[in-house]
């Protein structure tokens, strides 16, 4: 069992730390209950917490989207840098 937890911990050779990543946590606001749990204003008759969360279904799979494109492009330029032998560690 050490040696399958050892080796998946060496395919994984580093961390995934961008900016773009802070996107995901947008979509958790809507967890926060109490910022979101007021009558007024409505959008066409529903009050601002059903509307608002309704809001955030949209909101949360454009962050997503942003966050899987901007990773995509990181991957693709590292691979590139390694395949024209640029020498780039991975």
Not at 4 to 12: F, I, L, N, V, Y
Not at 19 to 32: A, G, H, I
Not at 49 to 68: A, D, H, I, K
Not at 71 to 76: L, Q, V
């Amino acid at each position: 069992m050490s040696q399958q937890r050892g080796s998946t911990t060496g395919a994984r050779s580093g961390t995934d730390r961008s900016p773009w990543n802070l996107l995901l946590l947008v979509p958790l606001l809507m967890l926060v209950t109490p910022l979101w749990n007021h009558d007024e204003p409505r959008l066409f008759g529903l009050p601002m917490f059903y509307w608002s969360q309704f809001l955030f279904v949209p909101l949360g799979v454009v962050c997503v989207g942003l966050v899987v494109r901007a990773a995509n492009r990181r991957e693709r330029a590292v691979t590139e840098s390694t395949t024209d032998g640029g020498g780039g560690k991975r």
